[in-house]
């Protein structure tokens, strides 16, 4: 827990040599801050805080150094409120009730308190409804920061009482713009770090002002001269996929693989399965949807493709990676380029509809199980060959229906 040692705003250590770069760069006020003009662009929600020195309670969802911890911190120095930062990944609630009884002190004073709670998404229920109250009567104003949708990790009472705000992820000529400037700063001239590393450096970033400007720290460590473009690879190594198996990119990121095979664009379902694969996603998963997408998607158009798609499990099963990449992209491909018919997933739904509406109708004679003398006498189970052909296998109520009738030939 980081709790300033008196009761004024943040102050900020800019400058110092022992901070990363990312740090000594960081944007102490709004109009230092790239990107994000949706928030602190004239009259936006950030600005007009600022401006009228007015406080609420904000959930920031943005993606890894897009700035919603500067956001934060600003917020608290222009406002005057004294800024306490926690992160879920370390806190305990026994950090809460500590912040909350110095809230309760600054609020007998006359000052805001800001809790900012980084990556809230880890906090667990009974650690975010520890300080509801306090957000409810105002003790504390809750800035939270994400990575993940909110709407799947932080309670509901607690995002009623804030504003989700999305940040977007840095754009390219924008990490070019941070980049720069942190050159100049730096004292490294055009001839130290050329224009095309620059370049590179905003590429290999991935929209993550952090990352381009830890490269670009690394990178001037590596050598006294010029900091060329092998050496920013060096430094850089292989940027991580953005990708968590448990987050909302997993699920983005199915979404769009599926989508591209239903859209029949091989290329992208092809692009999309790589980019899961190199996250580290479970093959078998992505196996599986493919096996359900043989029914859901492809069907009666190709009725082959389900038994591809499961022999690709069994191949993902026995095989493993690396080898069953070969599998996996195979089935895909097939997948997206053959003919598509959604009437097995249509009848299914009218099907089940029909069993919702109708529950309770009784199963016709002919069709019903007759182990019994009596019930044979009676008419249970007498369909032969001859009366089959002239028998509706469905109750009278639902004799006309067809759930096929949506099918596309």
Known sequence: MSVPANHSSTRYSIGVSSEPLAER???????EIVGQKHLVGAGKIISEMVKRGTLASLILWG????????????????TGAEFIELSAVSAAKADVVKV??????????????????DEIHRFNKAQQDAFLPYVENG??????????????EVINPLLSRSRVV???????????????RAAKSE?????????????LLAELSGGDARVALGNLELAASLTSGVITAEIIKEAAQKRLPGYDKKGENHFNLISAFIKSMRGSDANAALYYLARMLEGGEDPKFIARRMIIFASEDVGLAASAALNLAI????????????????????????????????????????????????????????????????????????????????TSFMPPELEKVNFFRLEKR
């Open 166 to 180: 999305v940040l977007e992820p840095l754009s390219r000529s924008e990490i070019v713009q941070i980049v720069s």
């Open 187 to 199: 004292g490294y001239n055009a001839k130290r770090l050329p224009k095309a590393s620059v370049e």
């Open 25 to 31: 760069q960081r944007p102490t006020s709004l109009e």
């Open 139 to 152: 003790t504390i104003t809750l800035i939270g920061a994400t990575t993940e949708n909110p709407s799947f």
């Open 100 to 117: 909350v009884e110095l809230a309760k002190q600054n609020k007998r004073l006359g000052q805001d308190t800001i809790l900012f709670v």
């Open 63 to 78: 993606p890894p150094g897009s700035g919603k911890t500067t956001l934060a911190r600003i917020i608290a120095h222009e």
């Open 311 to 390: 022999a690709t499990f069994e191949a993902v099963e026995r095989i493993g990676l690396p080898e069953c990449r070969y599998n996996l992209f195979h089935c895909a491909t097939v997948l997206a380029k053959t003919a598509k018919s959604r009437a097995i997933a249509d009848a299914m739904a009218a099907a089940q509809e029909a069993a919702r509406t109708y529950p309770d109708l009784p199963v016709p004679l002919p069709l019903r199980n007759a182990p019994t003398k009596l019930m044979k006498d009676l008419g249970y189970g007498k369909l032969d060959a001859q009366l089959a052909s002239k």
